[in-house]
C-alpha cells in the first residue's frame, strides 16, 4: 500500500514517468521494495543511458548502439521460462536478473534510450511488445525479448507505426493485464490479481468491466458483502446500457449476499 498514492498520482501527471510507475507496481508485490531500493533502480537506468555513445545520429545508430550494451554487453534477453514468473513483471527484477517479459525488456530499452536522449517508442503488437528507433515510418523496430533483435519492416508494417506507438499508461495497463493473466491461472495467487486490478482502476482511463471483475474476485476470495456492495454498484452503470445484464449482475449480488448465512 505504501506507494499506491505515488502511483495514483504519477498516472494523473502531464507526463507520466514509466520507469517510476512500473517500479510503483512492483512495490506490490515485493514489499521489500522500499524508496531506497526505487532510487537505486533509478540509478541503474541512469547509469546503463551513460554507457551509451555521445554524439549518436540517426534511427539505425541509435538501435544499434542501444541493442550492443543492453542485449548485448548487459544480456537483456527473454527466455520461455520467464513467462512463468511473476518477477518477469517487476522492472526492479528485470534489472538485476536481465531477463523478463517483452514488455518489462523494452520498458528497459526505453528508459535508457530515453535518458541517452534517443528519439524512441514503444510498440504494442499483437501478443508481444516490441522498442522502435526514430521517425515510425522509417520502420527501425527491434525485439528486446531476442537481445534486441532488428525486425524488418516493409513500408506498409512502417506506416502502421504511428498507430500502435504505446503511451506510458497503455503500457502501465498492459503490463497490469500480464500480472492478472498470469494469477488468473494460479488460484492461490489471487491476491496477486486482486492488488493488478486495484492499480489498474487508478489509471485515469481504463476498461469498466474491469469494476466487474474486482467485484467478482472479492466474491470468489470470500469478501461477498464488499464483493456484492461492488456488483449493485457496477449494476447500476450497466443498467443504463443494458438493463438484462444489470439484472443479471444484481442476481450475482444477492448470490454473494446468500452465502453469508
Not at 532488428?150 to 504511428?162: I, S
Not at 492478472?180 to 492461490?188: C, G, K, L, Q, S
Not at 467485484?215 to 449494476?235: D, F, K, M, P
Not at 447500476?236 to 450475482?252: G, H, N
Amino acid at each position: 500500500m505504501a506507494f499506491r498514492e505515488e502511483f495514483a498520482a504519477e498516472a494523473r501527471a502531464e507526463r507520466p514517468d514509466l520507469a517510476l510507475l512500473c517500479l510503483y507496481l512492483a512495490a506490490e508485490a515485493d514489499p521489500a521494495l522500499d524508496q531506497r531500493a526505487v532510487d537505486e533502480a533509478q540509478i541503474e537506468l541512469d547509469r546503463l543511458a551513460g554507457l551509451l555513445p555521445y554524439g549518436l545520429r540517426g534511427a539505425r545508430a541509435w538501435a544499434s548502439a542501444v541493442t550492443e550494451l543492453l542485449g548485448g554487453r548487459m544480456a537483456f534477453h527473454g527466455t520461455p521460462g520467464d513467462y512463468d514468473r511473476l518477477s518477469s513483471s517487476l522492472l526492479h527484477e528485470v534489472l538485476r536478473r536481465r531477463r523478463g517479459l517483452p514488455i518489462l525488456l523494452s520498458v528497459v530499452w526505453l528508459e535508457v534510450a530515453r535518458r541517452a536522449g534517443a528519439p524512441v517508442y514503444g510498440l504494442a503488437l499483437p501478443g508481444h511488445f516490441v522498442v522502435g528507433f526514430g521517425d515510425p515510418e522509417e520502420g527501425v523496430v527491434v525485439d528486446p525479448f531476442a537481445s534486441g533483435a532488428a525486425l524488418g519492416a516493409g513500408p506498409a508494417e512502417a506506416a502502421e507505426g504511428p498507430r500502435l506507438a504505446a503511451r506510458t499508461l497503455d503500457i502501465v495497463l498492459r503490463i497490469l493485464n500480464n500480472i492478472r493473466a498470469w494469477a488468473a491461472t494460479r488460484p492461490e495467487h489471487s491476491g496477486v490479481a486482486l492488488w493488478a486490478l486495484d492499480l489498474a482502476l487508478l489509471l485515469p482511463s481504463h476498461p469498466a468491466a474491469l469494476r466487474y471483475e474486482r467485484a467478482r474476485l472479492l466474491v470468489e476470495r470470500g469478501s461477498y458483502t464488499e464483493g456484492a456492495v461492488e456488483l449493485e454498484e457496477y449494476a447500476v452503470v450497466v443498467d443504463a446500457m443494458d438493463k438484462e445484464a444489470a439484472t443479471r449482475i444484481r442476481t450475482e449480488a444477492l448470490a454473494a449476499r446468500a452465502r453469508l448465512n
